[in-house]
């Protein structure tokens, strides 16, 4: 019971002294290879996305010249294969294309036409997104609901410390 208040004391004086918002988080748009146009060949996309996170909610943005390649969500199996029948989704509409994460969960992508075996296939995992997010650099005039949060938590926290 003790390691329970200290841990909801904690976190009270946090959410008091930084004013950190409890909430879900803006979503982020990965541009896959790390370019404009980077859904080529010869690009290491295992490498990419060993530098990226990803959460459920963002989006990734596909850039290539649509008349050469393609985009396919695909299974691992496939994947692995570099299979580009059966797939799930074709995600190629104009060459720009971007697919939204939905769901927590491993996702596989890859470009037909005899392109993956030359390394165009990606994998990523796909994580639920934190639900406490940092407090933001803002003065009291941008977060005008932060002094009464605060007055708010100190009164929780006696309450909780009272009654533990």
């Not at 909801?8 to 790390?34: K, N, Y």
């Not at 050469?68 to 496939?78: R, S």
């Not at 692995?80 to 969960?105: H, P, S, W, Y």
């Not at 926290?157 to 009654?163: A, C, E, I, M, R």
Request: aromatic share 14%; glycine share 8%; charged share 20%.
């Amino acid at each position: 019971m003790e390691v329970k208040r200290k841990l909801i004391l904690f976190l009270l004086m946090a959410i008091t002294m930084g004013c950190v918002r409890i909430e879900g988080r803006d979503p982020t748009l990965h541009r896959v290879g790390g370019g404009r146009y980077t859904w080529s060949p010869n690009v290491n996309f295992t490498k990419w996305a060993s530098h990226e996170h990803f959460y459920k909610g963002d989006w990734l943005y596909f850039g290539f010249d649509k008349h050469i390649h393609n985009v396919l969500e695909v299974n691992k199996t496939n994947y692995d294969n570099c299979i580009d029948t059966g797939f799930m989704k074709n995600i190629t509409r104009g060459g720009r294309d971007v697919f939204q994460l939905l769901e927590a969960r491993p996702y596989y992508f890859l470009c037909g036409r005899g392109f993956c075996f030359q390394g165009m296939k990606i994998a990523i995992n796909v994580e639920e997104p934190t639900q406490i997010v940092p407090p933001a650099v803002l003065s009291n005039k941008a977060h005008p609901s932060c002094s009464d949060t605060k007055l708010f938590v100190f009164l929780v926290s006696v309450l909780v410390w009272t009654f533990m």
